[in-house]
């Protein structure tokens, strides 16, 4: 981590100092399985105070020390719906829970693929698109170098760091992280943190 820590300091100024401003690279890691990615599909356009009272509650509901797909399954629709869940999120996670349950979706292949594997094998899962992946690659796999362009604490936080006059595009945060490469995550949690929101990690 030191070494990703220098390298962002010595090749952004403006990451620099929000890593002068942040302090210590805490990201809360979580185990690459079923339950982060439920736990991912949940958290979805969602501010993160609501999300967890949510996945406390599906949690509760299925009974489990860690969600199985053969837990969420055994839940009536009904039942995730009163937790909180969307008619759209409940469909998302009882397929995910299907796939894996058949054998579609193989959580153990994953440590040894590369990002883009990932992205394809994860959103093949209805309600599971190229955002979710990535961070299921960042806070599970612990991928060093990915950019979800698309998000939008992202976005806000680099149009505040770097002085933006409206949110940037995708073409413009890839060139802007041509700097942070090959420590884009790190580079995107300190982003995250700069906006005090506590939403991610």
């Not at 770097?162 to 060139?175: C, D, F, N, Q, V």
Request: with cysteine; glycine share 6%.
């Amino acid at each position: 981590m030191r070494s990703a820590l220098k390298h962002l300091k010595k090749s952004d100024p403006v990451i620099a100092a929000i890593i002068q401003r942040v302090g210590p690279y805490a990201m809360q890691y979580r185990e690459p399985g079923f339950e982060t990615l439920v736990r991912s599909i949940v958290y979805q356009q969602l501010s993160g105070r609501v999300a967890s009272v949510i996945f406390a509650r599906l949690h509760a509901a299925a009974g489990e020390e860690q969600l199985t797909p053969a837990g969420i399954m055994k839940l009536r629709p009904q039942q995730m719906r009163k937790a909180g869940l969307s008619a759209q999120k409940t469909l998302y996670i009882r397929e995910l829970a299907k796939m894996t349950k058949r054998g579609a979706v193989i959580f153990e292949n994953l440590t040894d693929a590369d990002d883009t594997a990932v992205i394809e094998h994860l959103t093949q899962v209805k309600g599971i698109g190229v955002w979710t992946a990535q961070m299921f690659l960042m806070f599970a796999l612990r991928r060093a170098d990915v950019l979800p362009v698309a998000d939008l604490g992202i976005r806000t936080a680099i149009q505040r760091a770097y002085g933006l006059a409206e949110l940037p595009k995708a073409t413009e945060i890839e060139k802007i992280a041509l700097a942070w490469r090959p420590y884009s995550s790190i580079a995107c949690w300190y982003l995250w943190r700069s906006l005090d929101n506590g939403v991610v990690g």
